[in-house]
């Protein structure tokens, strides 16, 4: 018995010895194709999983003075809008992320988003100035910022400049500029500089409107030459952008945001109309515009 034990023992040992190993090689399977998922997704996880940020915005309410009246509604009106615009903008920042180049989210959110509330807050001005002293100074509260980790939402795609893609313009005989990591600086600009920037062409929306209204008047006419000044900007915008961001640029970050603008702008319209007329519809199917080159 004392002699047959120890061989007993040792085939235990030996079973144990296997099984353990079996368990450990399992281990190391199982770990490696994690280790292998990780390695396969890992950077697209990152990359989607980041903090897009958000978009804080100079409060507009707390520097107004005292609003009469008579200006109260259209004053509430707007600073309503200046919120709705805020929420647009943060759902753009994250719908976008990884689109354009290094300036993707100053050239297609933040700048829009600017233009806006200019025309927003004047007009709060000038409510509050037909009947009061017109408060001075609100475009100041304009500018927002980009909060988090989105300083760079679009940063992905600047990464394509190092192989010259951005707008193909490491293929225009600028390839130099392409490896500089810039995206959209340098020389790979110059091929969209030689060409013109073209204009932008938008559907008349004083054509459109049926008999207006006395009491609506002044509001439409606003409205109306309100619209004649975001094309101009628009048009200002896409000479002094020309050569940036990729092939989409203009749709994103200028065609996009004037329809945007001319959406708002059309309701203001056709809502004056209808408080004392019948409301015109589908005005909003004059908003999108077109660019002729």
Same mark, same amino acid.
């Given at each position: 018995?004392s002699?047959?034990?120890?061989?007993? *023992?040792?085939?235990?040992?030996?079973?144990i010895?296997?099984a353990?190993?079996?368990?450990?090689?399992?281990?190391?399977?199982?770990?490696?194709?994690?280790?292998?998922?990780?390695?396969?997704?890992?950077?697209?996880?990152?990359?989607?999983? $980041?903090?897009?940020?958000?978009?804080?915005?100079?409060d507009?309410?707390?520097?107004?003075?005292?609003?009469?009246?008579?200006?109260?509604?259209?004053?509430?009106?707007?600073?309503?809008?200046?919120?709705?615009?805020?929420?647009?903008?943060?759902?753009?920042?994250?719908?976008?992320?990884?689109?354009?180049?290094?300036?993707?989210?100053n050239? $297609?959110?933040?700048?829009?988003?600017?233009?806006?509330?200019?025309?927003?807050?004047?007009?709060?001005?000038?409510?509050?100035?037909?009947?009061?002293a017109?408060?001075?100074?609100?475009?100041?509260?304009?500018?927002?910022?980009?909060?988090?980790?989105?300083? *760079?939402?679009?940063?992905?795609a600047?990464n394509?400049g190092?192989? /010259?893609?951005?707008?193909?313009?490491g293929?225009n005989?600028?390839?130099?500029?392409?490896n500089? /990591?810039?995206?959209?600086?340098?020389?790979?600009?110059?091929?969209?500089?030689?060409?013109?920037?073209?204009?932008?062409?938008?559907?008349?929306?004083a054509?459109?409107?049926?008999?207006?209204?006395?009491?609506a008047?002044?509001?439409?006419?606003?409205?109306?030459a309100?619209?004649?000044?975001?094309i101009?900007?628009?048009?200002?915008?896409?000479?002094?952008t020309? /050569?940036?961001?990729?092939?989409?640029?203009?749709?994103?970050?200028?065609?996009?945001?004037?329809?945007?603008?001319?959406?708002s702008?059309?309701?203001r319209?056709?809502?004056?109309?209808?408080?004392?007329?019948?409301?015109?519809?589908?005005?909003?199917?004059?908003?999108?515009?077109?660019?002729?080159?």
């Open positions: 018995m002699r047959a034990l120890p061989k007993y *023992n040792k085939r235990r040992v030996a079973v010895g296997g353990a190993a079996l368990a450990l090689t399992g281990a190391v399977v199982v770990n490696s194709a994690l280790a292998g998922e990780s390695s396969k997704n890992g950077t697209a996880n990152a990359s989607t999983l $980041a903090s897009v940020g958000t978009i804080s915005c100079p507009v309410a707390s520097q107004l003075p005292a609003i009469p009246a008579t200006a109260k509604a259209e004053v509430d009106r707007n600073l309503a809008l200046l919120n709705t615009q805020i929420a647009e903008a943060n759902k753009r920042l994250v719908d976008t992320v990884g689109q354009g180049g290094p300036n993707f989210v050239n $297609a959110i933040l700048g829009p988003l600017k233009d806006k509330r200019v025309s927003t807050v004047n007009r709060i001005a000038t409510a509050i100035g037909r009947t009061a017109k408060p001075q100074g609100l475009e100041a509260l304009a500018p927002c910022a980009l909060n988090g980790g989105g300083v *760079n939402a679009g940063g992905a600047g394509a190092n192989q /010259g893609n951005m707008g193909n313009a293929n005989g600028n390839g130099n500029a392409g500089n /990591g810039n995206g959209n600086a340098g020389n790979n600009g110059n091929a969209g500089n030689a060409g013109a920037a073209g204009t932008i062409s938008c559907p008349d929306v054509s459109q409107l049926p008999a207006i209204p006395a009491t008047k002044a509001e439409v006419d606003r409205n109306l309100l619209l004649n000044t975001q101009a900007e628009a048009n200002k915008r896409l000479v002094d020309v /050569g940036q961001g990729g092939p989409n640029f203009v749709n994103n970050a200028i065609l996009g945001p004037l329809k945007d603008k001319r959406v702008t059309v309701n319209i056709a809502t004056a109309i209808g408080r004392t007329a019948a409301k015109p519809q589908g005005l909003e199917a004059l908003a999108a515009c077109t660019l002729n080159k």
